[in-house]
Structures are given as C-alpha cells and as structure tokens.
C-alpha cells in the first residue's frame, strides 16, 4: 500500500464499565433538530454506553414529534425517536443526567449554565464558555489533562452538575496534528489556511449560489477562535489554572464547496530543528498522553488511531479520507520543509463528527470511565441526582 489505510473502522464492541451494572446512561440531546444535534442523534443511536431519551429544541419545535420539528440531513431518522415529542431546552423539562449541546451560541449562554447548575454533566459544542478559566476546552488525545479544572468550577460556581466544551471544529483538526509536534519539539509559531466544508455552517447554512463553483475567504470570527483556542488546547494545567501556550498562531479561514472535512495547510516553526521525517515519525507514533491511552482504548467512539498519516502526494483529501476512523481521526499528509518556517503539512478531519459531536462523545466516554483526573465519584453523584429526581 503507498500510504497507511484510511478506511473507516468498524464500530468497537466495548464492554461497558462495570460502574454502569448493564444499564445504559440515559442522555438528552439540546438543539437537537440542527445538524450538529442530528449528527448526535446518528452517533449515539446504538451506542453501548448512552441512549437517548430527550431531545429538546427551541421553543419553536417544543411541543412537536421530533420527525416534524427536524428536517433531517443524512440518512433515516431513527425510528423509534419520529413521534417523540421535541422539549424545550429547560432542565425543570429535561430529566437526563448526561446533555449533550447542540445549541446556537445565542441560546447556549443561557441554557447550558442552567443545566450545570442543576446537577446535569454538560457537554458543549458552542464557542461561549469554551475560554473561560474554569471550564476545560478538550480533545481527549491533545489535553485530557485539563478536565481537572472542574474541581474548581464546581466550587466557584457552586454547581451540583459541570460544563465541559470541545474547541472549534478546524481547530479541531488543526490542535489533533500539532500537539504530538508541540510536545516533542516545542512549536514557536504556526500558520493555518482552512478550507472548510459547508457542513460547518450548520443547516441550511451558506446559499448555494454563494458557494457552488466558489471559495469564500471569510468565516465569520473564526480566524480568532483558531488562535486563541489553540492557545488554551495546547497549554498545560497545574494548580488549578491552564497557562495557555505562549504560540504565535496566524490563520485565514475559507469556506470551500466540500460536504463534510475541514483541511488545515499548516506551516509549523519549532523552537529547535526540525525535520520533515522527525513530523512523520511523532505523528506516526502518537496515540494521546500515556496516563489515558489505556481509557482511550477502551472507550467506543476512539479511533485506533487518532492520526493516520499518509504519504501519498495527493492526500489527505475530503472525498476519499474524511471517514478516517469512522470521522474520529485525523489524517495527516504533504510533510516537506517550509521554506518560511521549518516544516509544512496538511490536516484534514471531519467536521461535524471529530469536530463536533463526535468530540464530545468521546470527552463523556471518558468521564464516564473515570479516567483521571475526573474528580472522584462525579459520574456516581450525577446520576445518583437524576435517580432520585426519577422516582
Ligand atoms: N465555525 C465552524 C464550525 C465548527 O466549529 C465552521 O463554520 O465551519
């Protein structure tokens, strides 16, 4: 084979954890009739460890069988969820323990505080809280260590539940491909041009006429996310507080006529030489920090391997490699010498899966395993709560 394998994996059979006595974790799903909250619906159907009880939506589709509030992208909607009726995003309505949050960041800084606050673990996908000092910005593989910091969220805002976000999606891809060159090397310095699929505009998204046989050199604060959030992903966590990485980030988002996958052009300088090969290599060998690779293994929506690198000339592209690991993992090629900085490369991933709900999945599977630094007994308290409020 000319370069390693990007076909998609079939899904893992994970026993789950003995903490759940062979039941799965109820879940609810917010803003579930958008695409992102579609894209959760289709993950998390079949799941081993979660099933979803409730949707809720805005108070528009409130009310509705979720088949007529939800006009539905890709694929069947789940049978068994058309005649159930769509909640208003309200934890008095809302009874799960575990939400995931699709919501629009005009609804999310209201909305998923509230829930935090009413003893639910939420997983967030909106840009509001994502800088915030207390609340941990994850990619399990890149900064578990960072979910440490809801300790003192807890504390400081006095909630019985948490909020955990995951960073932009061509952050995303982008933080997936420099953190395992970070760590070994150090980077200095990083210019980033995504071209990034119309899937990441949500539905019905950019009008066809704007993007068909077109690139639009501009995403809406986007440039600024990548650069501060890939701060914080690649920081380090220590007495409380994540110290953001001192890297000069420079990036121009485009939006490019592609369904799903976000490609990253990336040119890197290190704070020492580097060379193409020593990329490949620690790109080749990285799973993720040692303390959680046992946890990763063993959680259903992990890739085997979080980056593929392929040498092929013409690769990554969107088409052939965006369900790398069934979407959860990056794939990285075109590693060269940088004429400006020392090396360059392409990243590409999928958007809405990795970059999205995919993300956070995996950031619950590994709450939900307790792999450390999980303040002790938070899955047990969380759904103890939800328990007693049941019955
Ligand atoms: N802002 C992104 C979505 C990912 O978070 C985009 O517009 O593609």
Not at 228 to 235: A, S, V
Not at 334 to 345: G, M, N, P, T
Request: net charge neutral.
């Amino acid at each position: 084979m000319p370069h390693d394998s990007v076909a998609p994996t079939p899904p893992a059979h994970t026993p789950a954890p003995a903490s759940l006595r062979g039941k799965r974790i109820p879940v609810a799903i917010l803003g579930a009739t958008g695409a992102v909250g579609q894209t959760f619906v289709r993950l998390l159907e079949g799941h081993p460890w979660f099933e979803v009880t409730e949707l809720a939506a805005s108070e528009r589709s409130a009310g509705r069988p979720y088949h007529e509030a939800a006009r539905w992208i890709e694929g069947q909607m789940p049978a068994r969820l058309r005649e159930v009726q769509v909640l208003p995003c309200d934890p008095a309505a809302v009874r799960a323990p575990i939400v995931f949050s699709a919501l629009d960041s005009s609804a999310a800084g209201d909305v998923e505080p509230a829930f935090a606050a009413a003893g639910r673990l939420v997983f967030s996908n909106a840009k509001n809280y994502r800088m915030a000092a207390d609340v941990p910005l994850l990619i399990p593989e890149v900064n578990w260590s960072h979910v440490a910091l809801l300790e003192k969220q807890r504390m400081l805002r006095g909630w019985s539940g948490a909020l955990i976000t995951n960073a932009n999606c061509s952050v995303t891809v982008a933080a997936m491909a420099l953190a395992p060159l970070h760590q070994a090397f150090g980077i200095e310095r990083v210019f980033a041009a995504t071209m990034q699929a119309v899937s990441g505009a949500g539905y019905p998204g950019v009008p066809s006429l704007d993007i068909l046989g077109n690139a639009i050199p501009y995403i809406a604060d986007e440039e600024p996310k990548i650069e501060e959030e890939m701060r914080k992903l690649l920081g380090t966590y220590g007495d409380g507080a994540v110290t953001h990485t001192p890297l000069r980030v420079s990036a121009h988002a485009n939006r490019v006529a592609v369904e799903h996958g976000h490609t990253v052009c990336l040119s890197v300088g290190f704070a020492r030489r580097v060379s193409p090969a020593d990329v490949s290599e620690a790109l080749r060998a990285w799973r993720g920090p040692d303390g959680i690779v046992g946890f990763l293994e063993a959680c259903p929506s992990a890739p085997a391997r979080p980056i593929v690198v392929t040498d092929a000339p013409d690769r990554p592209q969107p088409r052939r490699d965006v369900n790398a690991g069934r979407g959860m993992s990056v794939v990285v090629g075109r590693v060269r010498e940088d004429a400006l900085l020392d090396v360059k490369l392409v990243a590409m991933g999928h958007n809405t899966i990795r970059g999205a709900a995919g993300g956070s999945i995996l950031n619950a599977e590994l709450c939900v395993m307790g792999a450390p630094p999980v303040p002790a007994g938070l899955l047990a308290e969380i759904t103890g709560a939800a328990a007693a409020r049941a019955s």
